[in-house]
């Protein structure tokens, strides 16, 4: 999925303004400013459209986690540099305190049927032999089940 989109869909799912967005985001370290978050919102054929970067998204994603669960112990984590679908789905499972039974109701919501076996193969370590990516789809879906779940 194209980061851009996930960070939209986020933000219409929990009804996060712009203000909302940058200060999360600087939770992490982040340097994103108000501007420059409005070209991230822009359609993909404007010409002051920027596209949002895993590093950025990173950043939003694990302030997220801070402003729903409180500043863990300890140094504060680098952002990473590059994100896969996988690791977007456990940021957002873990910033919403999620159960693998209420990831699978949200998942019913968007209309997919996953196992509990099927989901934890997602938050697996990459070189885990039962390791399975996530697919646009199923991240798509769990987005969607989300802002129904919401609604």
């Known amino acids: 999925m194209i980061n851009n ?19 999360v985001s600087a939770l992490s370290g982040s340097d994103i400013t108000e501007e420059k978050l409005s070209c991230f919102f822009k359609e993909k054929d404007d010409a002051a459209y920027i596209q949002l970067t895993d590093e950025a998204l990173a950043s ?23 994100l896969s679908n996988n ?9 919403l305190a999620l159960k693998a039974d209420e990831v699978i109701t949200i998942l019913e919501l968007a209309e997919v049927g996953l196992g509990k076996y099927e989901l934890s193969a997602f938050f697996r370590n990459v070189n885990h032999k039962h390791y399975r990516e996530c697919s646009d789809d199923v991240l798509s879906a769990f987005l969607k089940g989300l802002q129904l779940q919401a609604s």
Do not use: H, W, Y
């Open 60 to 82: 939003f994603l694990n302030g997220f986690i801070t402003e729903k669960r409180g500043p863990s112990d300890g140094p504060v984590r680098a952002n990473e540099q590059q």
């Open 5 to 23: 989109d996930i960070l939209r869909r986020i933000r219409n799912t929990f009804a996060l303004t712009d203000e909302q967005i940058v200060a």
């Open 87 to 95: 690791m977007i789905f456990n940021k957002l499972k873990i910033a």
